[in-house]
């Protein structure tokens, strides 16, 4: 019981955040004072495994680890899906050290969490050229772990317009699996989606809280066999 009971919550959580997202929420509120302060605040932080890391669905990961299985890379199986990810996760973490990109595992799924500050430059979906050779290395341990899945997700701050953001977002996922795609990286394998500004992961009421929004995912995920 006490295990649906807090899956249920983290649900409940997750869904509260996304839909204040996309109605009036921006983040945690400036006054200290203000009864929705600490609750604000609280949900962003108890919130953000829930709605970091895959946007497409799991239908959508499904249909491509099939498509994939019938393009002839094989499926992982059983404890090798942990061992395997392992392997990514070690060499993920030894080659983006100190580049400012942040590594979470979470289950058999590894998310790179990209800021756009040493992505793009503000309100642009150029790829900065100081991040090439970043770009570079996740490549080639993704061209070395082939059998996974890649989703490419694009986020920003609440800075403009829902649609405008969207659409900004869409074209920085664009940018990097396009890069990745330039390296090698099968299109099969990427599934690129943009989510705007209702996935945030810290309060977009100041200029930090903002610069965390601001980034690009990058989520590996395991061809189950």
């Not at 009036?24 to 605040?41: A, C, I, L, V």
């Not at 058999?108 to 430059?121: E, H, K």
């Amino acid at each position: 019981m006490r295990k649906l009971a807090t899956t249920a919550l983290v649900a409940s959580l997750a869904g509260a955040i996304a839909l204040s997202s996309c109605a009036t929420y921006t983040g945690q509120t400036s006054d200290p004072n203000d009864p929705n302060h600490t609750r604000t605040g609280a949900l962003i932080g108890a919130g953000i495994g829930a709605v970091a890391g895959l946007l497409s669905g799991h239908d959508a990961v499904e249909r491509r680890q099939r498509a994939l299985v019938g393009a002839g890379i094989g499926g992982l199986a059983g404890g090798g899906i942990g061992a395997y990810q392992d392997r990514q996760e070690a060499a993920l973490r030894r080659d983006l050290q100190g580049t400012g990109v942040g590594v979470v595992r979470n289950g058999d799924n590894i998310t790179l969490n990209m800021p756009g500050n040493i992505t793009f430059a503000f309100d642009s979906s150029n790829l900065q050229p100081q991040f090439y050779p970043v770009l570079d290395n996740v490549a080639g341990t993704l061209n070395q772990y082939n059998q996974t899945v890649i989703e490419v997700a694009g986020h920003t701050d609440n800075v403009g317009t829902d649609a405008y953001n969207q659409q900004l977002s869409m074209e920085r996922a664009n940018a990097v699996a396009a890069y990745l795609g330039s390296k090698g990286i099968l299109q099969q394998r990427m599934m690129v989606v943009g989510a705007g500004e209702t996935r945030p992961i810290a309060s977009n009421d100041t200029e930090a809280g903002r610069a965390q929004n601001r980034r690009v995912e990058i989520t590996i995920v395991p061809v189950q066999g």
